[in-house]
């Protein structure tokens, strides 16, 4: 990883998922000096997709992990210098922007804030104490660990199907638990998880708890019609209940709206010159890989138009 501390870049990118990884793409290749600052893995959420069919120029489809490192690769050949650290905060002095992270402060004149989203949680006792125990946001990660053991999936979108129809490769029953009477799923991933054999489904119910001391053994649940109470046995529990735009570093550097989305206009520009926003971050994104790239490289565009005013 090549960032320096202290020093100044003409742009800096914070986020290396699929926005940020092609908003340094062409800033690099534009010769801007470029910081791309990733708390995490490089690639994004796009890391734990097993398969992506929809990114075009892959007929075949990709891993979601070979496609963030592939966009990594391709950026750093142009330039791209990485820190591995966490955004904290943005101060403003005049034109300058100070990003200030967990390794140290960067200074720049333009940032591309590209920090997507993350998983939202329940909230729920035992949930905390028996995460990376049974408890799983991501299927991809952790499947393998739950061979022929029964498993729940909490959710009923895009997310919580897909991480289903994995799931079902490894464990002996999928169970789907949604507050819901039907999914919320795109058709076509709807059809392939009712026509699973493995997969059964508890509609209209809610998980209260999360049960076991080292590992999970069971979850207490309740059925939001009758409100009857009951209990799960089960080895683990994937929560899939829709993602959180990752601002919480931009509360009052930046306006965002209520669930903390940052608006911006069709340049990817926000309120205040040079700071600019792109991917699932901003507000009425469609949150797919090839959006959050396209709005990457508009960012881009539009930043490097910015600096040579
Ligand atoms: C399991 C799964 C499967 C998916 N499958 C598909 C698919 O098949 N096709 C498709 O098009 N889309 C798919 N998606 C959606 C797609 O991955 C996202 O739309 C896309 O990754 C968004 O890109 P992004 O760059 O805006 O944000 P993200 O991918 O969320 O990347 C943001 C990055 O910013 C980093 N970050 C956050 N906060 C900070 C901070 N304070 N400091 C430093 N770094 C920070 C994060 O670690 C992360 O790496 C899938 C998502 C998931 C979870």
Not at 135 to 142: I, M, P
Not at 204 to 227: C, M, P
Request: charged content about 25%; hydrophobic content about 40%.
């Amino acid at each position: 990883m090549t960032g320096k501390v202290n020093q100044e870049y003409e742009v800096i990118i914070i986020g290396g998922g699929p926005a940020g990884l092609t908003a340094g793409l062409y800033t690099s290749r534009a010769r801007l000096s470029s910081l791309l600052i990733e708390r995490g893995l490089v690639g994004g959420q796009i890391a734990d997709a097993e398969l992506v069919e929809n990114y075009p120029g892959f007929a075949q489809g990709i891993s979601g992990l070979e496609l963030g490192q592939s966009m990594h690769q391709q950026a750093t050949k142009y330039g791209l210098n990485t820190v591995i650290a966490e955004a904290t905060g943005i101060e403003l002095k005049g034109e300058k922007k100070v990003v200030k992270t967990s390794k140290g402060n960067f200074t720049t004149k333009a940032v591309i804030i590209a920090s997507g989203s993350e998983r939202r949680k329940l909230g729920i006792p035992g949930e905390e104490k028996l995460t990376g125990r049974g408890v799983s946001y991501c299927a991809t990660c952790d499947a393998p660990f739950f061979k022929e053991k029964p498993v729940v999936v909490v959710g009923g979108g895009d997310a919580a199907i897909t991480e289903t129809l994995y799931l079902v490769k490894f464990a002996s029953r999928v169970i789907v638990i949604h507050r819901r009477d039907q999914l919320r799923a795109s058709r076509i991933l709807e059809e392939k998880a009712l026509a699973e054999p493995k997969m059964e489904f508890l509609w209209n119910s809610v998980v209260e708890a999360v049960e076991g001391e080292d590992v999970v053994k069971r979850l207490s649940l309740r059925q939001v019609i009758t409100g009857k109470k009951s209990t799960l046995d089960v080895a683990g529990v994937f929560i899939a209940i829709g993602l959180k735009p990752s601002t919480d570093y931009l509360k009052g550097v930046l306006p965002l709206d209520e669930a903390g989305y940052i608006i911006t206009n069709d340049k990817m520009e926000t309120e205040i010159p040079g700071i600019f926003a792109a991917g699932d971050i901003r507000l009425n994104s469609a949150r797919q890989a090839i959006t959050a790239a396209g709005d990457g490289a508009t960012a881009a565009i539009f930043a490097e138009k910015f600096l040579s005013r």
